[in-house]
């Protein structure tokens, strides 16, 4: 019997967006610091663009002299630099981008190609960036937890930019400086039960819960069905192109069906059999809406703002769920000034998945 030939897992996908373009110096300053906080004094921005104003130790590009071959490169880490800065801000408030203004002179955009590739150690900085909140401000094991994701090769995805990835393919183990942009994973909590990260993980969740009704709904999923369920963790900056979401869940679940029939032993393939999938993320929920039910508010009316659009989905579908608060909120845009940012965890039945699909399809479809 000839076994089935799995897909290479790499895939173009162009961006329909514009993208700023900048270094690969420049990338690596984004992955490698946290977002930096904005001036609140700061001008007001011109409808459907983002209005920045030069760090003072840059100099605007008019000023930054015309140099020889030998100096480009220096030239371009010193705009790489600021570059990094403007994008760790677009990423930092989901803003919808058309143009962006120095002074008046708009910079120039260029379109970008995204791959989907197997995790690896070099986008271990990365991920961790990705994955810095996903705690909350918990003191925990994250490094241990991105080794797992990373060493996990059969099923999850990072996202990069292609033609990068495709010039360091000859280094797979090494340190790669442009990071993801998107990361999905499909962790056991079962089979990684024994690692610090996870003992840590599930203390977590049990602490946050609510009330004591949902944490006795909740504890089977972490203790005797713990083998059934997988941990899906998707994570992405803001301002990742919408069409990069479904068919990077469909990666994810086309891996997990096939991991079943492709993985070496049977233990290893029952490991991606699951029944449910446990999922941590976060929300916008309006601060009084009990006291806005019969208003209508002028800034928005929904009770709930999806940072990811597929989590409404999710919770529609999932059969246990609820928000809980966060002590470390991330700035937010002055358009949700009334809302605040909470956790959400949720269990999904595997089952659910084909619908969940065709769901996501049909919303980015119509978006």
């Not at 143009?99 to 271990?124: H, S, Y």
């Not at 009990?290 to 009316?301: E, G, L, Y």
Request: hydrophobic share 35%; net charge negative; glycine share 6%.
């Amino acid at each position: 019997m000839g076994h089935r030939q799995r897909p290479e897992k790499r895939r173009r996908l162009s961006r329909p967006r514009p993208f700023l373009g900048f270094s690969s110096f420049a990338r690596s300053l984004l992955f490698s610091h946290s977002a930096p906080s904005p001036d609140p004094s700061a001008s007001s921005k011109p409808e459907g663009a983002l209005l920045l104003l030069f760090p003072p130790r840059l100099k605007p590009p008019s000023e930054i002299e015309r140099v020889e071959s030998e100096q480009e490169d220096d030239e371009e880490a010193e705009v790489g630099r600021f570059l990094a800065h403007v994008f760790s801000l677009i990423c930092w408030f989901d803003c919808e981008v058309k143009d962006v203004i120095f002074f008046g002179a708009k910079l120039d955009m260029m379109q970008a190609d995204f791959g989907f590739f197997d995790p690896k150690p070099g986008d271990f900085n990365g991920a961790k960036l990705l994955l810095r909140n996903y705690l909350d401000d918990k003191q925990w094991d994250l490094s241990g937890f991105v080794d797992l994701i990373l060493e996990q090769t059969t099923v999850g995805t990072v996202v990069k930019l292609d033609e990068h990835d495709e010039a360091r393919d000859g280094n797979g183990d090494g340190d790669d400086d442009a990071g993801p942009f998107a990361l999905i994973s499909a962790l056991n909590l079962g089979r990684y039960e024994g690692h610090k990260c996870m003992k840590e993980f599930k203390e977590y969740l049990l602490q946050v819960c609510p009330d004591e009704g949902l944490r006795k709904r909740l504890k089977p999923f972490l203790e005797e069905k713990v083998s059934d369920v997988g941990l899906l963790v998707s994570q992405r900056f803001v301002n990742c192109p919408y069409q990069l979401v479904p068919p990077l869940y469909g990666a994810l679940f086309d891996e997990v069906s096939w991991a079943t029939e492709d993985e070496p032993t049977k233990e290893l393939q029952d490991f991606f059999r699951f029944k449910y999938y446990l999922l941590v993320t976060r929300i916008f929920e309006d601060k009084n809406a009990n006291q806005r039910k019969a208003k209508v508010n002028c800034d928005s009316s929904d009770p709930i703002i999806y940072i990811k659009p597929e989590d409404e989905i999710f919770q529609e579908l999932s059969l246990l769920s609820f928000t809980f608060r966060l002590h470390a909120e991330q700035l937010a845009p002055r358009e949700l000034k009334n809302y605040r940012e909470k956790g959400l965890v949720m269990v999904v039945i595997a089952d659910e998945v084909p619908k969940f699909r065709e769901k996501l399809k049909s919303l980015f479809t119509e978006s």
